[in-house]
Nanobody, 118 residues
Framework: QVQLVESGGGLVQAGGSLRLSCAAS?????MGWYRQAPGKQREWVAT?????????????TYADSVKGRFTISRDNAKNTVYLQMNSLKPEDTAVYYC?????????WGQGTQVTVSS
């Protein structure tokens, strides 16, 4: 079992920034973020793998819609992944979910609301 606890959502004006956090109950290789806007399907946002102990980093990929504006990162010591969201747009409004795969299963956080006003 893996528990994921998210935080950091809120209301922000267009052009503003927010930082989301997701703490996992154990070490996970690949963690990522998805989002679901009202009336739409859940969509992938970004993923980061744990990388190597010496590098501290990992493979990072982004959806085209957020490239250049969002930055995913992780703190392996804290089993936590972050999503720094800059230059936010009204179309970024959604519930953001943390995602992790472990032992053949996918786990989701409870979701955190991000609302961007125009």
């Amino acid at each position: 079992q893996v528990q994921l606890v998210e935080s950091g959502g809120g209301l922000v004006q267009a052009g503003g920034s927010l930082r989301l956090s997701c703490a996992a109950s154990r070490s996970i290789n690949a963690m990522g973020w998805y989002r679901q806007a009202p009336g739409k399907q859940r969509e992938w946002v970004a993923t980061v793998t744990s990388g190597t102990i010496t590098s501290g980093g990992g493979l990072i990929t982004y959806a085209d819609s957020v490239k250049g504006r969002f930055t995913i990162s992780r703190d392996n010591a804290k089993n936590t992944v972050y999503l720094q969201m800059n230059s936010l747009k009204p179309e970024d409004t959604a519930v953001y979910y943390c995602n992790a795969g472990y032992a053949g299963k996918f786990y989701w956080g409870q979701g955190t609301q991000v609302t961007v006003s125009s």
